[in-house]
């Protein structure tokens, strides 16, 4: 079955300054791959997504690049703020429908 | 539309005991998921839905049981509780399968088994 690594599991940022948070998956087949946010005590929330014919997507602060060849993916948040500070996860999809998860990155930003 | 909503927000058992963790969704939506969520980690699926009448296991179906006799409700069954199902469970929903379109996810409940 899929198997997604997702690195680092903290981060800590500067306000302002740039963060990247990286998953690799297993299964080649995969073809969906999408990024979600988690506040403390709430339900995740998806907050970009990207497929596998595209490498790059950009939603005003937050960028997700994929490399099929070499199996990994990328979130990427520019000019963070405090209310960036949450868990994000990254999922990949497999045989059927299921999503495999990422063990999740804690971001913190300090004002 | 209240989306996914799901009941109770909280539960304390013992072990053996059982209950049921109801799920809900107003967004007539086909396909309906059960995650739990261990302290620090990812979301793990325990079984799916594609619509009434229909589900499959997903990667930790050990200890836990559904059904979905209608479009709307998606209940888990928790049969003699252990410890190790100690977790949040989320319930989820969405229209077109994963991949083509968004997940709705619930709530949560967070579950204790002492």
């Known amino acids: 079955g899929e198997n997604v690594e997702q690195h680092p599991s903290t981060l800590s940022v500067q306000e302002g300054d740039s963060a990247v948070i990286k998953c690799t998956y297993s299964?080649?087949?995969?073809?969906?791959f999408p990024w979600y946010k988690q506040e403390l005590g709430k339900r995740p929330q998806l907050i970009i997504d990207?497929?596998?014919?595209?490498g790059e997507k950009k939603d005003q602060r937050i960028a997700v690049t994929l490399n099929k060849t070499a199996k990994h993916f990328s979130l990427h948040i520019t000019e963070t703020q405090p209310e960036d500070s949450a868990v994000y996860f990254c999922?990949?999809?497999?045989?059927?429908?299921?999503?495999?998860f990422g063990g999740g990155t804690r971001l913190m930003v300090k004002p | 539309n209240a989306g996914v909503t799901q009941t109770p927000k909280f539960r304390i058992l013992k072990i053996g005991q059982s209950m049921t963790l109801q799920c809900t969704q107003d967004m007539n939506h086909n396909y309906m998921y059960w995650y739990r969520q261990d302290p620090g980690m990812g979301l793990k699926l325990i079984y799916y839905s594609v619509g009434a009448g229909i589900t499959d296991k997903g990667e930790v179906p050990n200890g836990y049981n559904v059904s979905r006799s209608t479009t709307e409700d998606f209940p888990l069954r928790l049969e003699l509780a252990a410890p190790s199902q100690t977790s949040v469970y989320f319930c989820a929903s969405n229209k077109q399968g994963i991949g083509n379109s968004p997940l709705h996810f619930g709530n949560g409940t967070r579950l204790t088994v002492t």
């Open positions: 299964d080649s087949a995969s073809n969906y």
């Open positions: 999922a990949a999809d497999n045989a059927g429908n299921m999503l495999t």
């Open positions: 990207i497929r596998s014919n595209v």
